[in-house]
């Protein structure tokens, strides 16, 4: 696997690896994902969330017709690798990272 730059966040008892992929250019498989979220040898999470903007993603496309305004995706894997709609305290820390990394600013 090539190097990957991460942050890890933290957000009412759970535990996310955030990767900024502005382009929506990383392809994770799920056992790449399971691999960084394995507690004994990879970084160890809860999940991954990759940090994509919107326009990037077929997805993110579609909540951009509904919202102009939301420039940025949270897609979120499950530790196993498992693509997740939605994990509350994951957006929690998507939110705070996207605040604390400049990329949002209202």
Known sequence: MAQID?????????????????????ELSAK???NICDRHFGVGADGVIRVVRSKHLVEGRAILEEEP??????DYRNADGSISEMCGNGSRVFARYLDATGLITD
Request: proline share 0%.
């Open 32 to 34: 790449q994902v399971a």
């Open 6 to 26: 991460f942050t890890k966040g933290h957000g009412t008892g759970n535990d996310f690896v955030l990767i900024l992929d502005a382009d929506g250019v990383l």
């Open 69 to 74: 305004a939301a420039e940025w995706f949270m």
